[in-house]
Protein backbone atom coordinates (compact mmCIF):
# COMPACT_ATOMS: atom_id res chain seq x y z
CA UNK A 1 0.00 0.00 0.00
CA UNK A 2 1.26 3.43 -0.55
CA UNK A 3 1.31 6.40 1.68
CA UNK A 4 2.78 9.62 2.34
CA UNK A 5 5.87 9.52 4.89
CA UNK A 6 4.34 11.57 6.96
CA UNK A 7 1.33 8.81 7.48
CA UNK A 8 4.05 6.94 8.88
CA UNK A 9 3.85 5.78 12.93
CA UNK A 10 7.62 5.54 14.63
CA UNK A 11 8.79 2.14 14.04
CA UNK A 12 7.45 1.45 10.45
CA UNK A 13 9.00 1.42 7.34
CA UNK A 14 8.49 1.73 3.68
CA UNK A 15 10.34 2.37 0.52
CA UNK A 16 10.41 5.59 -1.55
CA UNK A 17 8.33 5.03 -4.80
CA UNK A 18 8.35 8.87 -5.57
CA UNK A 19 9.28 12.64 -4.25
CA UNK A 20 6.90 15.16 -5.45
CA UNK A 21 6.97 19.07 -4.31
CA UNK A 22 8.61 22.49 -5.15
CA UNK A 23 11.43 22.21 -7.30
CA UNK A 24 13.76 23.50 -4.76
CA UNK A 25 12.29 21.22 -1.68
CA UNK A 26 12.29 18.13 -3.98
CA UNK A 27 15.98 18.63 -4.58
CA UNK A 28 17.04 18.67 -1.29
CA UNK A 29 15.15 15.89 -0.33
CA UNK A 30 16.65 13.59 -3.77
CA UNK A 31 19.74 15.21 -2.07
CA UNK A 32 19.57 13.94 1.50
CA UNK A 33 19.11 10.36 -0.09
CA UNK A 34 15.15 10.41 -0.12
CA UNK A 35 15.82 8.78 -3.65
CA UNK A 36 13.44 5.74 -5.15
CA UNK A 37 14.05 2.81 -3.80
CA UNK A 38 15.81 3.71 -1.15
CA UNK A 39 13.89 2.22 2.54
CA UNK A 40 12.96 4.32 4.82
CA UNK A 41 12.39 3.47 8.90
CA UNK A 42 10.44 6.15 10.95
CA UNK A 43 12.35 6.25 14.30
CA UNK A 44 10.29 8.78 16.18
CA UNK A 45 8.47 12.15 16.12
CA UNK A 46 8.58 15.48 18.34
CA UNK A 47 5.85 15.15 20.85
CA UNK A 48 3.91 17.78 18.57
CA UNK A 49 4.54 15.71 15.25
CA UNK A 50 7.22 18.00 13.99
CA UNK A 51 9.92 17.26 12.92
CA UNK A 52 10.38 13.64 11.74
CA UNK A 53 13.43 11.25 12.42
CA UNK A 54 14.16 8.56 9.70
CA UNK A 55 16.91 6.48 9.66
CA UNK A 56 17.77 6.51 5.96
CA UNK A 57 20.58 4.96 4.19
CA UNK A 58 22.57 3.77 7.70
CA UNK A 59 21.93 7.67 8.99
CA UNK A 60 19.66 9.73 11.37
CA UNK A 61 17.53 12.54 9.11
CA UNK A 62 15.22 14.71 10.27
CA UNK A 63 12.95 16.52 8.30
CA UNK A 64 9.66 18.56 8.32
CA UNK A 65 6.18 17.16 8.38
CA UNK A 66 5.56 19.88 5.29
CA UNK A 67 8.70 17.83 3.22
CA UNK A 68 7.79 14.38 4.66
CA UNK A 69 4.13 14.69 2.49
CA UNK A 70 6.00 15.39 -0.58
CA UNK A 71 7.52 11.67 -0.50
CA UNK A 72 5.71 8.40 -1.16
CA UNK A 73 6.70 5.16 -0.18
CA UNK A 74 5.55 1.43 -0.67
CA UNK A 75 4.63 0.34 2.80
CA UNK A 76 4.92 -3.77 3.01
CA UNK A 77 2.24 -5.48 3.88
CA UNK A 78 1.16 -7.91 1.58
CA UNK A 79 4.32 -9.58 -0.17
CA UNK A 80 2.60 -10.20 -3.45
CA UNK A 81 1.80 -6.39 -3.66
CA UNK A 82 5.04 -5.37 -3.37
CA UNK A 83 6.52 -7.66 -6.02
CA UNK A 84 3.80 -6.61 -8.69
CA UNK A 85 4.39 -2.69 -7.74
CA UNK A 86 7.81 -2.99 -7.96
CA UNK A 87 7.84 -5.10 -11.41
CA UNK A 88 5.63 -2.70 -12.75
CA UNK A 89 8.16 -0.04 -12.49
CA UNK A 90 7.16 1.97 -9.53
CA UNK A 91 10.43 1.22 -8.08
CA UNK A 92 13.75 0.48 -10.48
CA UNK A 93 16.01 0.59 -7.81
CA UNK A 94 18.70 -1.71 -6.75
CA UNK A 95 17.52 -4.11 -3.67
CA UNK A 96 13.94 -3.69 -4.62
CA UNK A 97 12.43 -6.94 -4.49
CA UNK A 98 11.26 -7.62 -8.37
CA UNK A 99 13.76 -9.13 -10.86
CA UNK A 100 11.27 -7.87 -13.54
CA UNK A 101 13.45 -5.17 -15.45
CA UNK A 102 16.36 -7.61 -15.37
CA UNK A 103 17.88 -7.64 -19.03
CA UNK A 104 16.82 -11.43 -21.01
CA UNK A 105 19.55 -12.87 -23.25
CA UNK A 106 18.14 -14.08 -26.06
Not at 23 to 43: F, H, N, P, Q, Y
Request: aromatic content about 4%.
Amino acid sequence: MQKKLSELKPGEKGIVTRVEGPSAVRKRLLDMGLVKGTEVVVIRRAPLGDPIELLVKGYNLSIRKAESDYVYVLVPGDPEELTSSFASGAGDAPGSYSTGNVPRRL
